[in-house]
């Protein structure tokens, strides 16, 4: 079985080229540059990472950046003036606040707090369920990145069996929606499979394309999918890793190794998904701008 990469590192700096000459675009008319404005609460490095990522891509595309870090002693009170400062500044065009939030605030009350015209994480209850109905909106980062990839790669997704595993708001219950979407990249029958779902594997062997999105490191292995089987891989986990310079290592939450070679396309971890949210990120941004 020939195994082939869907590569996000590759298909995002392919979208990144377009948005920066659209921006370019834009400032030689006299239009104002797409700013996004990134909120950090607390010291954790996977976050600190992930908003510095999202920080370089936004100056690589033209794009101005604000990141707006916080002590994880801000009250819940204090984030939602920060955010609602943001929403009636005109000069930002996308707001994101970098997940999780420390256990004394409410993420729902926070995202929801956000204008939803500036929630280019796309996790407001606005956009969801214009989502929902196929309606113009700011999708989820993650998902719509995901769709992007396989648009890119031209995989052919119409009558397929995919199966997700995993339910989030984040990931597994967005792009279940949007892939059974009618429409190009779309119309797969989907399957959402989850914490309670007895004997996963008769699922996941049946599958055209599995979509692993729980957060467990090589939870998906070999004998749980069929030969040729597309595979995208969302998980992204930190493993501690004395051989590594850094103290650790990343994982999928599939078992790369043995999945690999039975695939006919699969997601690297990292430089599969993750770029691709970022990218995302930055369309949404971009789009966000352009109808102001």
């Not at 039975?262 to 599969?272: A, N």
């Amino acid at each position: 079985m020939t195994t082939r990469i869907l590569d996000g590192k590759f298909a995002s700096e392919k979208i990144k080229q377009e948005i920066a000459k659209e921006v370019q675009s834009i400032k030689d008319n006299g239009g104002k540059c797409p700013h996004l404005a990134a909120i950090l609460v607390g010291n954790d490095g996977a976050s600190q990472t992930y908003v510095g990522n999202k920080e370089r891509s936004c100056h690589q595309v033209g794009f101005d950046s604000t990141v707006l870090k916080f002590e994880d002693t801000i009250t819940e009170s204090e984030l939602l003036e920060v955010i609602d400062n943001l929403n009636n500044d005109a000069n930002i065009d996308g707001i994101i606040v970098q997940l999780p939030l420390p256990s004394h605030i409410n993420e729902n009350k926070i995202i929801w707090a956000i204008d939803p015209k500036k929630d280019v994480d796309g996790f407001h209850p606005a956009n969801v369920g214009k989502m929902t109905l196929g309606l113009p909106s700011l999708l989820p980062a993650t998902p719509s990145g995901i769709i992007k990839l396989l648009e890119i790669y031209g995989i052919e997704t119409a009558g397929k069996n995919c199966v997700i595993i995993g339910r989030s708001n984040i990931v597994g219950r967005p792009l279940a929606n949007l892939l059974s979407h009618k429409g190009k990249y779309a119309d797969c029958t989907v399957t959402l499979c989850h914490s309670q779902t007895k004997n996963i594997e008769e699922y996941t062997r049946n599958a055209d394309i599995v979509v692993a999105a729980l957060g467990s490191p090589g939870f998906l292995k070999a004998d749980m999918i069929k030969v040729g089987a597309i595979v995208i891989d969302v998980g992204i986990t930190r493993i501690p890793d004395p051989t590594k310079k850094s103290g650790y290592r990343l994982s999928g939450d599939a078992d790369y190794e043995s999945v690999a070679p039975k695939c006919s396309w699969i997601t690297p971890v990292p430089g599969g998904v993750g770029p691709m949210t970022i990218v995302s990120l930055l369309s949404n941004t971009l789009q966000s701008a352009k109808e102001k």
